[in-house]
């Protein structure tokens, strides 16, 4: 199945630009059409890629005349928006695009409490489902699990790394490792998913760079910023703690639900879907990767 022609929905965000890029510089020169809302104000397609606008409610009829002609159609739209998804899926269908690959690039499993206190995870639950039941139109589909994204991890306090304060909330000793990948290995991902279309279809696909640790990325934070303030929280109760504030309706603590999930998914180079080999996505280590991770959020990128 060849995925030339390719549609991509949030490719001004901070992953979709990515993904953009990876797709403008692939040898497979694909042709590029980016879906943009109309009242956006994120900054449009570098050359390379058309730019096409739809109002902000993606009507059915303006996704089929944007989706016409597509082989593939790619959403990176952000959180707050994927509960759009299954128009796009639907317009899908009815343009005949061949590929779908859903806005996921995250967590695998996803436990029922999750579902029930995190709305996003119920939407891309419903996703995977309404993907399943449009199989048999022909549309495929492939779903890029990555887990954390490492980068974004670190600095926007998912990690429970507070910068602004310098203080550090470690669960348990810190020492329990989860997957984590970069957002430029994502991205890669996404094209090499397009270039393996036969081997990549109507599957949850599993990718990460390594495994890490609160306490390893708080050792090297510490090597460049000096002393950070340590709390440390047994995780049963700081989970509880921080579903029972969801409950109540303080969702700055959902983060902490998805966090405690995350950090639980254990080694998925040992999984079955594990697809970093399949795809052939570059080798990756903390060793390399936290220096400039960290260098990039101290000078504000
Ligand atoms: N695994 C992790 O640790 C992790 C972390 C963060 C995100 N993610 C996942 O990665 C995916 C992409 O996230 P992202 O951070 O790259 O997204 P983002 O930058 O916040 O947004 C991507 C694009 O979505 C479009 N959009 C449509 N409706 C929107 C709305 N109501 N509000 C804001 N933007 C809207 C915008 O494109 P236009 O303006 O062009 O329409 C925007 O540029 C999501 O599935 C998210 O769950 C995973």
């Known amino acids: 199945m060849s995925l030339e022609r390719i549609v991509l929905i949030g490719g001004t965000g901070n992953l979709g630009s990515l993904v953009l890029k990876h797709l ?22 570098p050359s390379g890629g058309s730019v096409v606008e739809v109002d902000n409610d993606y009507p059915h009829a303006q996704l089929v005349e944007a989706f016409h002609g597509a082989d593939a159609v790619i959403s990176a739209i952000s959180m707050a928006g994927m509960h759009h998804q299954q128009k796009f899926i639907d317009a899908c269908v009815e343009a005949k695009v061949k590929r779908y690959i859903p806005t996921e690039f995250g967590l695998d499993d996803l436990p029922q409490w999750l579902l029930d206190l995190r709305p996003m995870f119920k939407t891309k639950h419903d996703i995977r489902d309404h993907l399943a039941s449009k199989e048999s139109t022909g549309l495929t589909w492939t779903s890029i699990c990555c887990n954390a994204f490492f980068e974004m991890g670190i600095a926007n306090g998912f990690f429970q790394f ?3 304060e310098k203080k550090a909330a470690l669960i348990g000793d810190g020492s329990a490792k989860w997957p984590v990948t970069t957002l430029d290995t994502v991205a890669i991902a996404v094209v090499k998913v397009l ?5 990549t279809a109507n599957k949850v696909i599993l990718i990460q760079d390594f495994m890490t640790s ?6 090297e934070i510490e090597k460049q910023t000096g002393k950070w303030n340590v709390e440390r929280y047994d995780f049963e109760p700081w989970l509880e703690e921080a579903k029972e504030k969801v409950k109540q309706g303080q969702n700055e603590s959902l983060p902490k639900l998805t966090f405690a999930v995350a ?3 254990g ?14 996505l570059p080798l990756k280590t903390f060793d390399k990767e936290i220096g400039p991770a960290i260098t990039s959020i101290r000078e504000g990128h």
């Open 24 to 45: 403008l510089s692939s040898p497979s020169q694909f042709s590029i059409s980016l879906l943009s809302r109309r009242s956006s104000t994120s900054p449009k397609a």
């Open 162 to 164: 507070d910068w602004k």
């Open 195 to 199: 270039e393996k279309s036969e081997a």
């Open 214 to 219: 609160q306490a390893e990325i708080l050792e």
């Open 263 to 265: 950090q639980e998914a």
């Open 267 to 280: 080694d998925w180079r040992e999984k079955e879907n594990s697809a970093n080999e399949l795809l052939g």
